[in-house]
Protein backbone atom coordinates (compact mmCIF):
# COMPACT_ATOMS: atom_id res chain seq x y z
CA UNK A 1 0.00 0.00 0.00
CA UNK A 2 1.46 3.47 -0.81
CA UNK A 3 2.80 5.46 2.33
CA UNK A 4 3.51 9.02 2.28
CA UNK A 5 4.98 10.16 5.54
CA UNK A 6 4.62 14.10 6.45
CA UNK A 7 6.79 15.99 8.34
CA UNK A 8 8.46 19.21 9.05
CA UNK A 9 5.53 21.18 10.33
CA UNK A 10 5.17 23.15 14.33
CA UNK A 11 4.74 25.84 15.71
CA UNK A 12 6.56 29.40 13.58
CA UNK A 13 6.31 32.99 14.28
CA UNK A 14 4.36 35.07 11.76
CA UNK A 15 7.15 36.14 8.72
CA UNK A 16 9.19 32.89 9.27
CA UNK A 17 9.75 29.90 7.13
CA UNK A 18 9.32 26.32 7.57
CA UNK A 19 9.92 23.02 5.12
CA UNK A 20 7.75 20.33 5.23
CA UNK A 21 8.88 17.02 3.91
CA UNK A 22 6.63 13.59 2.38
CA UNK A 23 8.53 10.57 2.35
CA UNK A 24 6.90 8.41 -0.34
CA UNK A 25 6.85 4.81 -0.58
CA UNK A 26 5.76 1.83 -2.37
CA UNK A 27 4.60 2.98 -5.45
CA UNK A 28 7.22 4.57 -8.30
CA UNK A 29 7.61 8.33 -7.19
CA UNK A 30 8.91 9.80 -10.17
CA UNK A 31 5.75 8.45 -12.74
CA UNK A 32 3.34 10.99 -10.40
CA UNK A 33 1.97 14.20 -9.92
CA UNK A 34 2.54 15.16 -6.23
CA UNK A 35 0.55 18.00 -4.76
CA UNK A 36 0.17 19.66 -1.33
CA UNK A 37 -3.35 20.22 0.17
CA UNK A 38 -4.15 21.92 3.01
CA UNK A 39 -6.94 22.03 6.01
CA UNK A 40 -6.94 25.18 8.33
CA UNK A 41 -8.75 24.11 11.66
CA UNK A 42 -12.57 23.49 11.27
CA UNK A 43 -12.40 24.43 7.67
CA UNK A 44 -12.25 23.01 4.28
CA UNK A 45 -9.81 21.84 2.13
CA UNK A 46 -7.10 23.92 -0.03
CA UNK A 47 -5.35 22.80 -2.80
CA UNK A 48 -1.37 24.26 -2.36
CA UNK A 49 0.72 23.56 -4.63
CA UNK A 50 1.52 21.06 -7.38
CA UNK A 51 4.33 19.65 -9.01
CA UNK A 52 4.83 17.20 -11.73
CA UNK A 53 6.35 13.64 -12.06
CA UNK A 54 9.93 14.97 -13.33
CA UNK A 55 9.48 17.95 -11.41
CA UNK A 56 9.89 20.57 -14.47
CA UNK A 57 6.59 22.11 -14.05
CA UNK A 58 5.04 23.48 -10.71
CA UNK A 59 1.94 25.30 -9.56
CA UNK A 60 0.64 27.34 -6.89
CA UNK A 61 -2.22 28.76 -5.27
CA UNK A 62 -2.83 32.47 -5.42
CA UNK A 63 -2.90 32.74 -1.65
CA UNK A 64 0.53 31.16 -1.33
CA UNK A 65 2.49 31.84 -4.75
CA UNK A 66 5.29 33.70 -4.35
CA UNK A 67 5.76 32.87 -0.76
CA UNK A 68 5.97 28.93 -0.79
CA UNK A 69 8.08 26.69 -2.88
CA UNK A 70 7.12 22.65 -4.12
CA UNK A 71 10.49 20.81 -5.17
CA UNK A 72 11.11 16.72 -5.20
CA UNK A 73 13.50 14.90 -5.21
CA UNK A 74 12.90 11.37 -7.43
CA UNK A 75 16.49 9.72 -5.76
CA UNK A 76 15.10 10.35 -2.75
CA UNK A 77 11.00 9.65 -3.19
CA UNK A 78 11.03 12.84 -1.08
CA UNK A 79 8.22 15.81 -1.67
CA UNK A 80 8.89 19.01 -0.47
CA UNK A 81 7.33 22.52 0.73
CA UNK A 82 9.51 25.17 1.47
CA UNK A 83 7.36 27.95 3.06
CA UNK A 84 8.39 31.36 3.90
CA UNK A 85 6.50 35.00 5.19
CA UNK A 86 4.32 32.73 7.18
CA UNK A 87 0.73 34.23 8.56
CA UNK A 88 -1.54 33.02 10.51
CA UNK A 89 -3.92 32.21 7.97
CA UNK A 90 -1.41 29.59 6.59
CA UNK A 91 -2.37 27.88 10.29
CA UNK A 92 -3.61 24.67 9.04
CA UNK A 93 -2.76 20.82 8.55
CA UNK A 94 -0.74 20.05 5.41
CA UNK A 95 -1.52 17.10 3.59
CA UNK A 96 0.99 15.27 0.91
CA UNK A 97 -1.11 13.89 -1.58
CA UNK A 98 -0.36 11.51 -4.93
CA UNK A 99 -2.01 12.07 -8.70
CA UNK A 100 -3.86 9.06 -9.21
CA UNK A 101 -3.09 8.84 -12.88
CA UNK A 102 -0.67 11.73 -13.94
CA UNK A 103 3.11 12.19 -14.47
CA UNK A 104 2.48 15.15 -16.73
CA UNK A 105 1.43 18.90 -15.75
CA UNK A 106 -1.05 18.49 -19.26
CA UNK A 107 -2.58 15.48 -17.87
CA UNK A 108 -3.10 17.05 -13.95
CA UNK A 109 -4.86 19.65 -16.09
CA UNK A 110 -7.50 16.74 -17.34
CA UNK A 111 -7.43 14.51 -14.43
CA UNK A 112 -6.07 15.97 -11.30
CA UNK A 113 -7.70 12.75 -8.80
CA UNK A 114 -5.83 12.24 -5.80
CA UNK A 115 -5.99 8.80 -4.51
CA UNK A 116 -3.34 9.03 -1.89
CA UNK A 117 -3.12 11.06 1.21
CA UNK A 118 -0.71 11.32 4.00
CA UNK A 119 -1.67 11.99 7.67
CA UNK A 120 -0.51 15.18 7.47
CA UNK A 121 1.49 17.89 9.70
CA UNK A 122 0.52 20.87 11.46
CA UNK A 123 1.50 24.21 10.66
CA UNK A 124 0.90 26.76 13.41
CA UNK A 125 1.91 29.89 12.56
CA UNK A 126 1.48 32.32 15.98
CA UNK A 127 2.75 35.01 17.82
CA UNK B 1 -15.31 32.22 -0.97
CA UNK B 2 -14.92 29.09 -3.24
CA UNK B 3 -14.62 29.19 -6.98
CA UNK B 4 -16.73 26.04 -7.03
CA UNK B 5 -19.80 26.82 -5.06
CA UNK B 6 -21.30 23.80 -2.79
CA UNK B 7 -24.16 23.58 -0.45
CA UNK B 8 -22.81 24.22 2.82
CA UNK B 9 -24.98 21.18 4.36
CA UNK B 10 -27.50 18.44 3.24
CA UNK B 11 -29.53 16.06 5.36
CA UNK B 12 -31.25 13.06 4.83
CA UNK B 13 -32.59 10.01 6.67
CA UNK B 14 -31.44 6.41 5.77
CA UNK B 15 -32.37 4.45 2.63
CA UNK B 16 -33.30 8.56 1.19
CA UNK B 17 -31.77 9.60 -1.95
CA UNK B 18 -29.17 13.03 -1.57
CA UNK B 19 -27.82 14.99 -3.93
CA UNK B 20 -25.26 17.45 -3.56
CA UNK B 21 -24.38 20.16 -6.41
CA UNK B 22 -21.25 21.86 -7.17
CA UNK B 23 -21.50 25.03 -9.46
CA UNK B 24 -18.21 26.29 -11.45
CA UNK B 25 -17.49 28.23 -13.98
CA UNK B 26 -16.55 28.13 -18.07
CA UNK B 27 -12.74 28.18 -16.70
CA UNK B 28 -13.12 25.15 -15.00
CA UNK B 29 -16.54 22.47 -14.67
CA UNK B 30 -17.74 23.88 -17.97
CA UNK B 31 -13.97 22.39 -19.77
CA UNK B 32 -12.59 20.16 -17.14
CA UNK B 33 -13.48 17.14 -15.19
CA UNK B 34 -14.52 17.06 -11.57
CA UNK B 35 -13.67 15.03 -8.57
CA UNK B 36 -15.68 14.44 -5.33
CA UNK B 37 -13.85 13.39 -2.21
CA UNK B 38 -15.83 12.17 1.01
CA UNK B 39 -14.02 13.33 4.54
CA UNK B 40 -15.38 11.46 7.53
CA UNK B 41 -14.40 13.47 11.06
CA UNK B 42 -11.00 12.94 11.92
CA UNK B 43 -10.41 11.04 9.14
CA UNK B 44 -8.21 11.81 5.55
CA UNK B 45 -10.19 12.85 2.44
CA UNK B 46 -10.77 10.11 -0.16
CA UNK B 47 -11.37 9.71 -3.65
CA UNK B 48 -14.85 9.19 -4.39
CA UNK B 49 -16.11 10.08 -7.80
CA UNK B 50 -13.04 11.45 -10.45
CA UNK B 51 -13.51 12.52 -14.18
CA UNK B 52 -17.12 13.75 -13.22
CA UNK B 53 -18.86 9.80 -12.80
CA UNK B 54 -16.06 7.36 -12.53
CA UNK B 55 -15.78 5.20 -9.35
CA UNK B 56 -12.53 3.94 -7.83
CA UNK B 57 -12.56 -0.09 -7.20
CA UNK B 58 -14.18 -0.34 -3.44
CA UNK B 59 -16.54 2.80 -4.05
CA UNK B 60 -20.38 1.49 -3.81
CA UNK B 61 -22.51 1.93 -6.36
CA UNK B 62 -24.35 3.94 -4.10
CA UNK B 63 -22.23 6.99 -5.02
CA UNK B 64 -22.52 8.18 -8.50
CA UNK B 65 -21.62 11.66 -10.19
CA UNK B 66 -22.49 13.63 -13.29
CA UNK B 67 -21.50 16.69 -15.07
CA UNK B 68 -24.03 19.44 -17.43
CA UNK B 69 -22.37 22.75 -18.35
CA UNK B 70 -20.91 24.43 -15.59
CA UNK B 71 -22.43 22.09 -13.02
CA UNK B 72 -21.59 19.00 -11.09
CA UNK B 73 -23.60 16.69 -8.81
CA UNK B 74 -22.64 13.83 -6.46
CA UNK B 75 -25.48 11.66 -5.77
CA UNK B 76 -25.67 9.51 -2.90
CA UNK B 77 -28.77 7.10 -3.20
CA UNK B 78 -29.74 4.36 -0.86
CA UNK B 79 -28.29 6.98 2.41
CA UNK B 80 -26.76 4.71 4.98
CA UNK B 81 -25.48 6.59 8.38
CA UNK B 82 -21.95 5.47 7.77
CA UNK B 83 -22.28 8.03 4.98
CA UNK B 84 -22.13 11.30 7.18
CA UNK B 85 -19.09 13.43 6.01
CA UNK B 86 -18.20 16.09 4.35
CA UNK B 87 -18.10 16.05 0.95
CA UNK B 88 -15.79 18.39 -1.96
CA UNK B 89 -15.79 18.64 -5.06
CA UNK B 90 -12.77 19.50 -7.11
CA UNK B 91 -11.45 20.89 -10.41
CA UNK B 92 -8.57 22.28 -12.57
CA UNK B 93 -9.34 26.00 -13.01
CA UNK B 94 -7.72 27.38 -16.53
CA UNK B 95 -7.93 31.09 -15.29
CA UNK B 96 -6.26 30.04 -11.98
CA UNK B 97 -4.48 27.66 -12.88
CA UNK B 98 -4.85 25.88 -10.14
CA UNK B 99 -6.77 23.01 -8.56
CA UNK B 100 -10.13 24.09 -6.71
CA UNK B 101 -12.09 22.89 -3.99
CA UNK B 102 -15.49 23.88 -3.61
CA UNK B 103 -16.30 24.94 -0.06
CA UNK B 104 -17.49 21.59 1.52
CA UNK B 105 -21.00 19.89 2.13
CA UNK B 106 -21.66 19.07 5.54
CA UNK B 107 -23.78 15.60 5.33
CA UNK B 108 -26.02 14.65 8.28
CA UNK B 109 -27.57 11.61 7.86
CA UNK B 110 -31.03 11.83 10.27
Known amino acids: EVQLLESGGGLVLPGGSLRLSCAAS????????MSWVRQAPGKGLEWVSG????????YYADSVKGRFTISRDNSENTLYLQMNSLRAEDTATYYC????????????????????WGQGTLVTVSS | QSVLTQPPSASGTPGQRVAISCSGS????????VNWYQQIPGMTPKLLIY???QRPSGVPDRFSGSKSGTSASLVISGLQSEDEADYYC???????????FGGGTKLTVL
Open chain 1, 97 to 116: SKSAYCSSSSCYRTNNAIDY
Open chain 1, 26 to 33: RFIFRNYV
Open chain 1, 51 to 58: ISGSGNSA
Open chain 2, 26 to 33: SYNIGRIT
Open chain 2, 51 to 53: TND
Open chain 2, 90 to 100: AAWDDNLNAVI
